[in-house]
């Protein structure tokens, strides 16, 4: 037991020029493990209660983290705020602490107790600590992720998913019902540049000939076949051109909603 008390004030003197080195981080290192050798080592509790005042306040941000300081919950009463400031000023008092560091964690302690104390510098602390905790929560976020508010986000992008998987549906049943029986089906639709305009270019043409046909018939003569499966890929080509509108601005829409919940 002796042998772990003078490591553990071996430590202590470690962490206590840590601290004159403004290095919080080791000094807290070494005062740990002479807590751990030795809980009961004379000036211990001092040692810790500097190292985590200057931490918590030197938390890289505009303001110091006053609740860390005092090492309270954002959340707690006033009571509890007092009593742990009167626990802490009596560990960091420059007269009763002898380690480096102890003047400027007594008066950071103060200075804790002097905003948190205040009810409307108080509030004023939370709401400023609030907006700044925004912008760390939407870094923090996989940027492939979805934001969702209450899930209202999710459900907007299945409701166009089965929106869309149902004009496709339609579309293709409309497009075999249109096809001329003795016609091959066609192949699967690509997203080709060339092949888009090759067929902007056939409904254009068969656009154009549809006039001339009807006036060539004779006005008794019955409509053809041909004529009749024109006509009718006329129609699902403007039935199809409605229903692509319609998608876009049903994703477009989605889009501008979904930017709501960020």
């Keep these: ?129 609030r907006r700044d905790e925004i912008p760390q929560e939407k870094s923090r976020r996989p940027k492939n992720k979805p934001a969702s508010s209450d899930g209202a986000n999710q459900e907007a992008q299945e409701k166009i998913k089965e929106w869309l998987e149902k004009a496709r549906k339609d579309t293709a049943a409309a497009f075999a019902s249109a096809r001329p029986q003795n016609e091959p089906p066609s192949s699967s639709p690509t997203s080709s540049s060339h092949k888009r305009r090759r067929d902007e270019s056939s409904r254009k043409r068969r656009r154009d000939e549809i006039p001339q046909k009807r006036s060539k018939r004779p006005k008794n003569e019955p409509a053809s076949s041909d004529g009749a499966n024109q006509e009718a890929r006329e129609r699902f080509i403007e039935w199809f051109e409605k229903a692509r509108e319609d998608v876009a601005a049903g994703v477009a829409a989605a889009k501008i909603n979904s930017q709501h919940y960020y």
């Excluded at 941000?61 to 009593?83: C, Q």
């Excluded at 480096?100 to 400023?128: I, Q, T």
């Design 1 to 129: 037991m002796e042998c772990n008390k003078e490591e553990a004030r071996r430590a202590l003197a470690i962490a206590d020029r840590k601290l004159s080195e403004n290095d919080y981080n080791g000094a807290q290192k070494f005062a740990s493990k002479a807590q751990k050798m030795y809980p009961k080592l004379d000036g211990l509790k001092q040692v810790l209660a500097i190292t985590h005042v200057y931490i918590c306040g030197s938390n890289g941000g505009d303001e110091s983290d006053w609740y860390g300081i005092l090492g309270v919950d954002p959340l707690a009463v006033e009571e509890t705020l007092k009593r742990q400031y009167k626990r802490l000023a009596l560990l960091l008092h420059p007269d009763k602490n002898r380690f480096h560091g102890a003047e400027g964690a007594f008066k950071m302690v103060s200075d804790a107790w002097r905003l948190l104390s205040d009810k409307d510098k108080r509030s004023e602390y939370d709401r400023k600590r």
